[in-house]
């Protein structure tokens, strides 16, 4: 059973930045692609995803602000989230694809406010 462990959610002003980390362990697997999602009132959405040759991909929305970026030799990911917005606001969560199965994190929550 893979384990996710979040952290670096808070409250930050608009134009802050934060970083979240997401540690995978116990996976009996090869790790494909970590990412991030998050959730407002509404559908969940791709914020950013790696694959682990260290290709990316960006919801339009956080293009030139968010970066994601993976340790692979410790199972981390991590997301940069620089000039933050409050349209930002959401429970962001890890995303873990293994060869088996897809997991979740428990969610982290980030607030901008104006």
């Known amino acids: 059973q893979v384990q996710l462990v979040e952290s670096g959610g808070g409250l930050v002003q608009a134009g802050g930045s934060l970083r979240l980390s997401c540690a995978a362990s116990?996976?009996?697997?090869?790790?494909?692609?970590m990412g991030w999602y998050r959730q407002a009132p509404g559908k969940r959405e791709l914020v950013a995803d790696i694959?682990?040759?260290?290709?990316?991909s960006y919801a339009d929305s956080v293009k030139g602000r968010f970066t994601i970026s993976r340790d692979n030799a410790k199972n981390t990911v991590y997301l940069q989230m620089n000039s933050l917005k409050p349209e930002d606001t959401a429970v962001y969560y890890c995303?873990?694809?293994?060869?088996?199965?897809?997991?979740w994190g428990q969610g982290t929550q980030v607030t901008v406010s104006s």
């Open positions: 995303n873990v694809i293994t060869d088996s199965y897809t997991y």
């Open positions: 116990g996976s009996r697997f090869s790790i494909r692609t």
């Open positions: 694959t682990s040759f260290g290709t990316t």
